[in-house]
């Protein structure tokens, strides 16, 4: 049975009618990033590999979606002969078909998924050694730095966090033992962007690995790839997913040598990724190019509307011509995409608003059709501890907002009823 604040409430859904026109533009069709680039070898476009790489129709049947191989074992013919699958932890052709299709859409040689998006980052993790050091962002999604501080620096790996908004705070970090710099861009819950270009040459000089998590953009609006990234992460549980049903995690490889040292890490260690969580995601990328274009349209919409809300203090949003990054932003994504924060101004009214929202869904998590609304704060940053979360700038008072593709018009509509409550 649903909750009861949504069988109160009533909406028109045969009415599709948008906000006419849309609130300012989209970046740049030309951005370094963007899929409109004419790609070297003339690959087909976006929404074909999604729909297409590693989507073939099953050879026996002709089926036109990927069969959910659930087994646990493979028959063989003879001692060391068969037909390429042994044991479903070491690999299994579900996964092998979602592996080939978030290659081709982050630009990668090959890709490795896991269990979920953080024991993805912990396998990509494991490519490191005790007295490693790494650079990152000091405002990435709270389980990793809970990952990084309580779990890897005990088997002696070390970790700086600075601002990597500006690449001379990543260049000033690095030290002789660093080896990877990882990077979120845009920010949870803060929206700051990383320069991926400045950041990557900065990389390459020191030689040292460049790991981008894409989550928020998606690869749909940003190729961390195309722009100097070695590896790149997602938690395929949102946006890649886009249905809020499974949990899932990807590294994308641009070295093959990459691709095979994370492969022993999916035998040895086992966090892979189900047969049928794998057919979710490639269920999902199906329509990721057309789902990514409505959240852009209807986030920079509510981005407006809440811009010129009397209640709203601040909204940090990277298509805001206002944002400190708004170049930066049309030139590395080729969309602004949906998620936005903004600031009810203190605690209380964070929670009058939130507890009188019915379109949305107050809950942790993003990038689902639905739309997300939750608090920072007390649900993703709560680990941060106050001081921690004062330091880079997350107030009581912040609200996340996933916006997603039901009509926007009863989006906004919803917001407004919530917001009329402070
Ligand atoms: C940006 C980002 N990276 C990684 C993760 C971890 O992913 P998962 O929850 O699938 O383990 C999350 C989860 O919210 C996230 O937002």
């Known amino acids: 049975m649903l909750p009861k604040r949504h069988r109160t409430y009533s909406t028109n859904f045969e009415d599709t ?10 970046p740049n069709a030309e951005c370094l990033g963007s899929k409109r680039l004419p790609t070297k070898n003339n690959l087909p476009g976006f929404a074909t590999r999604a729909i297409h790489v590693g989507q073939e129709p099953d050879l026996e049947t002709g089926a036109v979606t990927v069969p959910i191989y659930a087994t646990s074992t493979y028959v063989q013919q003879e001692l060391g002969k068969n037909k390429g699958y042994e044991y479903a932890r070491v690999s299994n052709p579900t996964r092998d078909r979602l592996e080939k299709n978030l290659a081709a859409l982050e630009g990668g040689v090959a890709s490795r998924v896991f269990a979920s998006g953080m024991a993805a980052i912990n396998a990509l993790c494991t490519m490191y050694k005790s007295g490693d050091h790494v650079v990152c962002g000091n405002n990435l999604y709270g389980g ?40 979120e861009t845009p920010t949870n819950p803060l929206m700051a962007l990383s320069d991926l270009v400045a950041i990557s040459k900065v990389c ?9 998590d894409n989550t928020f953009m998606s690869p749909y609006f940003q190729q961390p790839v ?8 997602h938690s395929t549980t949102k946006f890649l997913n886009g249905h809020s049903d499974g949990l899932g995690g990807v590294v994308v490889c641009t070295k093959p040598e990459q691709a095979e040292q994370l492969g022993f890490v999916q035998k040895a260690a086992g966090a892979i990724l189900s047969p049928f969580e794998c057919w979710l995601v490639l ?4 329509t990721l190019a057309v789902r990514m274009e409505q959240h852009d349209r209807s986030g920079r919409l509510v981005a407006d509307f809440l811009t010129q809300h009397k209640k709203v203090k601040k909204v940090f949003y990277p298509g805001l011509p ?7 932003a049309r030139r590395q994504m080729s969309g602004f995409g949906a998620m936005i924060s903004f600031e009810t101004g203190s605690l209380s009214n964070a929670n009058k608003m939130l507890r009188k929202v019915r379109v949305c869904s107050m809950g942790e998590s993003l990038g689902g059709v639905e739309t997300l609304i939750s608090h920072p704060a007390t ?27 039901e009509n926007v018009k009863d989006i906004i509509a919803d917001l407004e009823q919530a917001l009329g409550a402070l």
């Open 322 to 328: 206002d944002h400190p990054q708004y170049e930066l």
């Open 144 to 183: 990793v730095p809970r990952l990084f501080n309580q779990v890897l620096a005990g088997y002696g790996m070390q970790f700086t966090y600075v601002d990597t908004s500006d690449a001379r705070n990543v260049e000033r970090a690095i030290q002789k033992k660093t080896r990877m710099v990882y990077v």
């Open 379 to 405: 649900m993703t940053h709560a680990a941060q501890g106050e001081k921690g979360r004062r330091e880079i700038g997350i107030t009581d008072g912040m609200v996340r907002i996933s916006v997603g593709i």
């Open 17 to 26: 009618t948008l906000v006419p026109v849309l609130a300012f533009p989209r």
């Open 283 to 286: 269920r999902g990328v199906k």
């Open 226 to 233: 195309a722009l100097g990234a070695d590896l790149v992460v």
């Open 204 to 212: 390459r000089q020191k030689k040292v690995d460049l790991v981008v």
